[in-house]
Structure formats: C-alpha cells, structure tokens
C-alpha cells in the first residue's frame, strides 16, 4: 500500500505539469482579482474554486471522463476552447507584464478600493461562476492522459469492489497533482507582497498557460 501511495503521489508531481493546471491557476488569478475589482469580497471563494477543481479532477476524470478522451468531437471542441483560452490569458499576461514595467520605471498604479459585502443574490452569482469555471477547466483535463497507474486504478471494472482501496490513492494523485495551484494561492496569501513581484509572477503564471496549449497540437 505504501508503494502504491508513492507511486500515487508521484504521478500527481509529474501530471501537476501540464497545459490544464496552469489554465486553472490563470483562471484562479483572474477570478481573485475580478473580485477586488469590482469592490466585491467573498470569503472562501479561492477555497470555493479549489475545491470543485479538485472534485472535477477526481470525479470526472477518473469516471465518465475517460469514455470522453477518445471521442473525437470532445477532443475537437476542447483544443478550440483552449485556443480561445490561450488567447485570453496571453492578453492578461501582456497586461500584468506592462503593470509590471511601469512599476519598475516607478509608476504608481491606482488600486482598487476597499471592498464592501456581496448582496446574496451577488454572491451566488460570483459562487456560480467560480463553480462552472473551475468543472470547466477539469472537464477539459481529459485533454492530458494521466498516468497509467491511476487510470487502472480509476478503472472499477478492474478493481471492481475493491473502491476502499483505490480511492484514497485517487485522492492522494489529485490532491498533489494541484501543486501549482497551492503555490499560486500560498505566494497571493503573503502579506504586504511588492506589487512587482505580484505583477511579474502573475505575467508568468498567464505566459507558461498560454505556451502549454502548444503541448495540445504537437
């Protein structure tokens, strides 16, 4: 069990290095600072999206999800969602990246305001958008065969009755595979971070997203 554990833990640091977490860790900046941005405060929606990333990785990929990977619809329609997305965050990346330069020419950049509390219709709302976007993201990580060993071990038809075993060793692969995303979340946690140092790593966050489409059409 033991071997099986590292072996679990292992492929999630290798599988944690591809074109969907570093999506997902884009899209979970973006989706912070549209918060602040629009004077908005939500406690727990960094928890909100990280938790329902992690349910997609181990619920989708390692069921229905693997019927998906063959169909060649899904895989078409994914490499063209991850095009648009691609696109996207290259922009955002050129933005912090510019943030980035002014700062370090000494241009002081406006923040936002302080935010206020969310109405409950607003906060579902934002709840909402945080869950679609992060199920999104995992639905396309089908894209990204994971490692062999998982897959047998997500098989149930092979270790059919036997779920109590396989289970907590899914967990183990997709708890670790998010490693990107905990650094992200650990590195925006830090209080009173230089801005520059936020803007540049944020650059680089967006920047290695959108290069990892590339691995989706070699």
Known sequence: MNDLLLIACGAGLRDGLNPCMFMGCALF???????????????????????????????????????????????????????????????????????????????????????KKLSWPQGIIIWLVTVVLAAALSALATLWPVNKYMLLLGNMAVLRGQWQTGLPLLISYALVGMWPLWLVWAFLSVKNLRLSWLKIVCASVFFTASSCVMLLFK
């Open 29 to 115: 900046i973006i989706h912070g600072l549209w918060l602040k941005q629009r004077f908005l405060s939500l406690a727990g929606s960094p928890v909100v999206f990280a938790l329902v990333y992690f349910l997609g990785i181990l619920f989708f990929n390692f069921t229905f999800g693997q019927l998906f990977i063959l169909n060649k619809v899904f895989i078409l329609t994914a490499q063209v969602a991850y095009l648009l997305l691609s696109v996207w965050v290259f922009v955002w990346g050129a933005l912090f990246l510019k943030d980035w330069f002014l700062l370090s020419r000494g241009v002081v950049l406006a923040q936002p305001a302080d935010g």
